[in-house]
């Protein structure tokens, strides 16, 4: 089956690097080109492509708001292709948070014609979404069960085990576990937005247990380190990637690092579990969810954002069980409704909230100290 690739710049030199890059991606063709994200947007409208290539900096309409409206209107998966992805690093994370997958450097052309030797890194990238996108696909079409962990428990339980020390607590109260994709980034804004403000309204008494979140955000490995900074800015946190050993103390913020898996020990401290090429997902947000569930019985709450795919979907199920608070955001906020909505298909929600209250509803069900465990 062909892949059809679309092409969105405002640079006849860049647009011609990119239909040569395109040329050498099996199987792929050239969808169409379209000159800003004005044009784009009623382009991929008519005509839907396997994946777009999309610009940051365009006249008429930005990369950031073509994306918006092409995952409003016509979903389909996003690659920003931009000059630089450093000098763009903002605009890039507005994207991400506007539903594209990924990020890369725009390849030059060589003085042979050929898209340069860079072209490697956008090729790759196309390789790893289209992987992942057919993964998810396949799972999809195979039945309503939850994709495998992307560790065995018994390899979970063994690293868990050595990273218990005798005499050691958990330092905080309450977890706060949250697993986005495909349109998280501003998703998680959003959510801190509702939470700061209930937490700042609720009764003293009620709202004083200490609690330390913890998050996995689908996201390339390069990102995470810089999302973390812009999360930061954005919702007043103290927000840092996590480290294996670290224990979260009240008030932090932990992002997982990108290419291993997060986990949390029995004495509330992460650990690192070591990916595999066939992960989908790397860190996958069903590893913590489910070692979460494994040593902190009745221990929080977790929340299952926006994002493309099944992954967080059986990891909350068995948060759910194990007497944890489950939510996830719901089908008219989400920049695509996967992973929430095949979580809420299998049971594994407490309740399903638009992005504008679910930080709100997540305090004042933490607040309550009765935990409904469910069979």
């Not at 906020?333 to 929600?349: F, H, L």
């Amino acid at each position: 089956m062909v892949y059809r690739i679309a092409i969105v710049n405002d640079l006849a030199m860049a647009r011609e690097a990119l239909k040569r890059a395109v040329a050498l991606v099996p199987g792929a063709e050239l969808a169409w080109v379209a000159n800003d994200g004005d044009e784009a947007v009623a382009k991929c409208r008519a005509d839907t492509p396997d994946l777009v290539l999309m610009d940051l900096v365009m006249p008429r309409m930005g990369g950031v708001e073509a994306t918006r409206q092409i995952m409003g209107q016509s979903a389909c998966p996003v690659i920003v292709v931009t000059a630089t992805v450093e000098g763009n690093a903002p605009g890039v994370y507005e994207a991400i948070s506007a539903g594209a997958l990924d990020a890369v450097d725009t390849p030059r052309m060589s003085s042979g014609g050929a898209a340069g030797g860079d072209a490697g890194k956008l090729l790759g990238k196309i390789a790893a979404v289209r992987a992942a996108i057919e993964s998810e696909a396949f799972r999809a079409k195979a039945g309503p069960a939850s994709a495998p962990p992307a560790a065995s428990p018994v390899a979970v339980d063994s690293l868990l085990r050595r990273s218990a020390e005798p005499g050691s607590s958990t330092v905080v109260d309450s977890l706060l576990l949250i697993g986005a994709s495909t349109g998280g980034p501003q998703a998680i804004v959003d959510f801190f937005a509702g939470w700061d403000r209930a937490r700042a309204g609720i009764a003293v008494g009620a709202g004083s247990r200490s609690v330390a979140s913890i998050i996995v955000q689908h996201m390339d490995p390069q990102f995470l380190p810089g999302f973390a900074t812009w999360l930061a800015g954005r919702i007043g946190h103290r927000v840092s990637l996590a480290r294996a050993g670290q224990e979260p103390v009240a008030g932090d913020v932990l992002v997982a690092e990108g290419g291993k898996h997060l986990a949390i020990g029995p004495s509330g401290a992460v650990v690192s579990l070591p990916g595999k090429p066939s992960d989908v997902h790397s860190p996958s947000i069903n590893t913590m969810f489910e070692s979460a569930a494994r040593v902190r019985p009745g221990g929080g709450a977790a929340v299952l954002l926006t994002g493309m795919g099944r992954d967080g979907a059986s990891g909350l199920l068995t948060l759910r069980r194990a007497g944890w608070q489950t939510f996830a955001q719901d089908r008219n906020t989400s920049v695509v409704w996967g992973m929430p909505g095949e979580a809420k298909s299998i049971g594994a929600v407490d309740r399903c909230h638009a992005i504008e209250t679910i930080g709100a509803a997540v305090v004042h069900a933490m607040a309550d100290s009765t935990v409904k465990r469910v069979p």
